[in-house]
Nanobody, 124 residues
Framework: QVQLVESGGGLVQAGDSLRLSCAASGVTFNIQVMAWFRQAPGKEREFVSGIRWSGGNTYYADSVKGRFTISRDSAKNTVYLQMNGLKPEDTAVYYC?????????????????WGQGTQVTVSS
């Protein structure tokens, strides 16, 4: 089992920045990929960004490319999402997820473990 705990959400204005963190604990040795998803009210959960634990390859949804940056600290088993230039449409609950297989799917069903989510609200 892997436990994921997100932090760093909040209420900001358009154009501001936030950094989300996700700390993994438990059976972490076989984590291959960690990712961020988000879900806005009335919408499906969508992929935001992912990172391969070995190699650090990063992947982004088109909607956040150039504004968001994912990174990891292997020593701390923590993944970060730096969000710059936030827009009202970025408002959602942001979830951290992990999977023990290689590859960075954009579908939520491919991930094994999830955090509880952290709310990000961007006002206009």
């Amino acid at each position: 089992q892997v436990q994921l705990v997100e932090s760093g959400g909040g209420l900001v204005q358009a154009g501001d920045s936030l950094r989300l963190s996700c700390a993994a604990s438990g059976v972490t040795f076989n984590i291959q990929v960690m990712a961020w998803f988000r879900q806005a009210p009335g919408k499906e959960r969508e992929f935001v960004s992912g990172i391969r634990w070995s190699g650090g390859n990063t992947y982004y949804a088109d909607s956040v490319k150039g504004r968001f940056t994912i990174s990891r600290d292997s020593a701390k088993n923590t993944v970060y999402l730096q969000m710059n230039g936030l827009k009202p449409e970025d408002t959602a609950v942001y979830y951290c997820a992990s999977r023990s297989r290689d590859g960075v799917p954009f579908t939520s069903k491919a991930y094994d473990f999830w955090g509880q989510g952290t709310q990000v609200t961007v006002s206009s």
